[in-house]
T-cell receptor, first 112, second 114 residues
């Protein structure tokens, strides 16, 4: 199994630009999670999906952030417009329902 | 709400020393507890877990026991190696780690010196 796949691994963009992060969960996993990691705030849950349906997006910091899961094998996290304070490592994780979460390698986002 | 508190780091030890990383939690229900490890430049990997009181999770020489009376899940290893150098995260979930998101501690950076 290839594990959770995230792309790109690194993204550098300028303030005001749109950023799209992508995630392919492990095949057969029903739940998908997006987390953000920063030095100041640690690991924070942004949003999670069960069976492609968003369940809780209370962690999404602002309306500039949006996430979709059009099918069981793909999800995106979009930031529009991006700001320097969005710089962080963004992790995607997947799991079978009510079981352990498996994390991707992360996308390191830098907004200049 | 749920929360996890870990000891601050970095923790620096010599090879073959005994390791303890403290973790305590606050939860409304009966959570499952986890330790994840993050090596430089990589994502988080599950190290061990416990799903009910008095359960002991173990893996790669690491152990942690779910103590409901003290709301703790301390990580221990009898003899650490340089390759154990990483950041360790304690986490909890109210539903086994799947359907709901994990609540993480801030992480403890462990440095093992030869």
């Amino acid at each position: 199994d290839a594990g959770v796949i995230q792309s790109p691994r690194h993204e550098v963009t300028e303030m005001g630009q749109e950023v799209t992060l992508r995630c392919k969960p492990i095949s057969g996993h029903n739940s998908l999670f997006w987390y953000r990691q920063t030095m100041m705030r640690g690991l924070e849950l942004l949003i999670y999906f069960n069976n492609n349906v968003p369940i809780d997006d209370s962690g999404m910091p602002e309306d500039r952030f949006s996430a979709k899961m059009p099918n069981a094998s793909f999800s995106t996290l979009k930031i529009q417009p991006s700001e320097p304070r969005d710089s962080a490592v963004y992790f995607c994780a997947s799991s079978p329902l009510r079981d352990t979460q498996y994390f991707g390698p992360g996308t390191r986002l830098t907004v200049l | 709400g749920n929360s996890v508190t870990q000891m601050e780091g970095p923790v620096t030890l010599s090879e073959e020393a005994f390791l303890t990383i403290n973790c305590t939690y606050t939860a409304t229900g009966y959570p499952s507890l986890f330790w994840y490890v993050q090596y430089p430049g990589e994502g988080l990997q599950l190290l061990l877990k416990a799903t009910k009181a008095d359960d002991k999770g173990s893996n790669k020489g690491f152990e942690a026991t779910y103590r409901k009376e003290t709301t703790s899940f301390h990580l221990e290893k009898g003899s650490v190696q340089v390759s154990d150098s990483a950041v360790y995260f304690c986490a909890l979930s109210d539903s086994g780690g799947g359907a709901d998101g994990l609540t993480f501690g801030k992480g403890t950076h462990l440095i093992i010196q030869p």
